[in-house]
């Protein structure tokens, strides 16, 4: 007897050279305090170690909206600091996305030439349908997804201000 299971995989890339040392780049992701200037402006914790736990808040145009608590929970799988970031990413923003399973994200920095990096961000899901509309940009009025979160971070990095001023 066989039994075939259908999975949705869904790969989210997103990739962007950015005028700004890795460490900038990586106190950008890893860093609470910066994390609230840019994107959907949301703080993050992490305990930044294989094992450890990572979690994001909502913004305070996301609690005006209703939202509380944590909005993502993860677990760092792979942690070199300035060069690369793995995590397990839950998203929580509401019933339809929490009874989804967990996806992987990577964030990987590589320094170049005259003080630019190559940062990419990879957000794979399993059978996360929901999730993935949402990381990928294509739920209209999500504001973009990982590819707003990405422009976004480098815009403040390049120039202190952010795309929005949400």
């Known amino acids: 007897m066989s039994t075939t299971v259908d999975t949705e995989v869904t790969t989210v890339t997103c990739q962007v050279y950015v005028k700004a040392r890795p460490e900038q780049i990586w106190d950008a992701i890893t860093n609470g305090d910066t994390t609230d200037r840019y994107g959907y402006r949301g703080r993050v914790e992490y305990d930044l170690r294989p094992g450890g736990a990572y979690s994001a808040y909502p913004s305070e145009a996301m609690k005006a909206m209703g939202a509380s608590g944590v909005i993502v929970e993860g677990e760092v799988i792979e942690v070199e600091p300035e060069r690369r970031l793995v995590e397990t990413w839950h998203a929580l923003f509401g019933p339809d996305t ?25 957000h794979t899901l399993e ?3 929901v999730t993935a509309g949402y990381v990928s940009g294509s739920v209209p009025g999500t504001d ?14 390049e120039t202190g201000s952010s795309l929005s001023p949400c």
């Open 98 to 122: 929490a009874a989804e399973p967990a996806g992987i994200v990577s964030w990987e920095l590589e320094p170049g030439a005259d003080g630019v990096t190559k940062l990419t961000v990879t």
């Open 144 to 157: 973009g997804g990982w590819p707003f979160i990405v422009s976004d971070l480098k815009t403040l990095l």
């Open 127 to 129: 059978d996360a349908p």
